[in-house]
């Protein structure tokens, strides 16, 4: 099968890296044969990848493992990692027994509240025989009752000495001053 | 480094992830010993430093450990790895002020994808497309190696990082196009696209930094 100049120009990327199949590869190369311009694009594909050259590896620490897994395990958020999220995926992954502690607490609460409320009731005073003391649990309506009945008492004991003084006044005469003042003290 | 085989010992890792999670430290230090390698091999390529290396890829394992509770298995957990190394490898370059991209338009823009359109392929040809219309020559043979590695990663640092980690991924690490789809989450026509112009990218880096090897 003959394929153009542009279809292997096309497909030459993943020819070079050895991508195509064997049924477009052996066209590609059935063309190159004959045509001088695809071989020279060939060519400069492989000069660029010659130009490609790694560094020397890396020797890895002695006990690299072993130091990051114990980094990682204590909570270690790393150089990069952004505070905020180590915190938070640390917080999930380090502590499983929280939430455990928080429902306890919320249990435990619960039943304090309970107890508490039984032990109230239970210390309050019942029966029949219940009496309220003086000067105990006074509120605004006993307070206005009062108030109303000191009026009264005032009231009435201010008519008993006006009726004595009536019964002096008819039982002996009384001078101008006296009676002014009377008249100034009612 | 060996080409990273996506699917080893899926189940045994299944198994130390979820002893990891029950909290056990031993099940997750061999998780570590088991990646390590390849771990520190992938990181190498963004870092300038062991010790920045060392540093990138401990925090790797301690995110994963963070998140090995969201881990779902549908992929392996190498690549679920590899992500978050890939993505702390980046995230380290971004606040060490080391990310060189700063690319406003549209990787994907210009570059029509081959996935959306798989009987007639449409990848532009090598050397027009990316900006990079001059030819390269090959290394000097009296170079050495180093001194290739050396100009390899100052053009790297030229090109956005998406582009960047394909041709890491690719070159580096031989992954193959569909564990690279997984791994970034995107398809293989975008894969395809990308490496295309990441090469453009990466060529037209070296011809800019050293026109000595720039062939007109």
Same mark, same amino acid.
């Given at each position: 099968m003959n394929i153009s100049c542009d279809n292997v120009r096309s497909l030459l990327?993943?020819?070079?890296?050895?991508?195509?199949?064997?049924?477009?590869?052996?066209?590609m190369r059935a063309h190159l044969i004959d045509c001088h311009a695809c071989r020279e694009s060939v060519h400069e594909g492989t000069?660029?990848?010659?130009?490609?050259?790694?560094?020397?590896?890396?020797?890895?620490p002695q006990g690299f493992a072993a130091r990051v897994a114990r980094r990682a395990f204590a909570?270690?958020?790393?150089?990069?990692?952004?505070?905020g999220d180590a915190e938070a995926q640390s917080a999930s992954r380090g502590a499983p027994i929280l939430p455990f502690v928080l429902k306890l607490c919320a249990v435990a609460a619960a039943v304090l509240f309970c107890l508490s409320l039984a032990i109230q009731s239970a210390s309050l005073p019942s029966g029949d025989d219940l009496e309220a003391k003086d000067g105990y649990f006074f509120? /605004?309506? @006993?307070? +206005? /009752?009062? @108030?109303? +009945?000191?009026?009264?008492?005032?009231?009435?004991?201010?008519s008993r000495k006006v009726e004595r003084r009536q019964a002096l006044d008819a039982s002996e005469p009384r001078t101008d001053e006296e009676s002014a003042a009377d008249g100034d003290d009612e | 480094m060996g080409p990273l085989v996506m699917q080893p010992a899926v189940s045994e890792d299944t198994t130390l992830v979820e002893e990891s999670l029950a909290g056990n430290q031993l099940s997750f230090q061999v998780l570590v010993e088991r990646y390590q390698e390849r771990i520190f091999g992938l990181v190498r390529h963004y870092a300038k430093?062991?010790?920045?290396?060392?540093?990138?890829?401990?925090?790797?394992?301690?995110?994963a450990y963070l998140k090995?509770?969201?881990?779902?298995?549908?992929?392996?957990?190498?690549?679920?790895?590899?992500?978050?190394a890939v993505n702390t490898a980046l995230d380290f370059l971004k606040r060490?002020?080391?990310?060189?991209?700063?690319?406003?338009?549209?990787?994907?823009?210009?570059?029509?994808d081959p996935s959306r359109s798989s009987s007639t392929p449409t990848t532009p040809p090598v050397g027009v497309a990316g900006g990079a219309a001059r030819s390269i020559a090959a290394p000097d043979s009296?170079?050495?190696?180093?001194?290739?590695?050396?100009?390899?990663?100052?053009?790297?640092?030229?090109?956005?990082?998406?582009?960047?980690?394909?041709?890491?991924?690719?070159?580096?690490?031989?992954m193959a196009y569909q564990d690279m789809a997984n791994l970034l989450g995107i398809s293989i026509g975008t894969v395809e696209s990308r490496l295309f112009r990441a090469r453009a990218r990466f060529k037209d880096a070296i011809t800019r930094l050293h026109p000595e090897y720039a062939v007109e």
């Open positions: 990327p993943s020819y070079l890296d050895g991508e195509l199949s064997e049924e477009q590869a052996a066209p000069v660029v990848r010659r130009w490609l050259v790694p560094r020397d590896e890396i020797a890895i909570g270690d958020p790393g150089l990069l990692v952004p505070a509120d /605004d309506i @006993e307070a +206005q /009752d009062l @108030e109303s +009945q000191s009026a009264i008492d005032l009231r009435s004991k201010a | 430093s062991a010790v920045e290396v060392e540093d990138i890829v401990q925090d790797t394992f301690i995110k090995l509770d969201t881990f779902q298995h549908q992929s392996s957990f190498s690549t679920w790895l590899y992500r978050i060490a002020g080391r990310n060189p991209v700063r690319a406003v338009e549209d990787p994907e823009v210009a570059v029509a009296r170079l050495e190696r180093e001194e290739v590695s050396r100009i390899t990663y100052e053009a790297l640092d030229e090109i956005p990082e998406i582009f960047r980690t394909v041709l890491i991924l690719r070159e580096f690490e031989e």
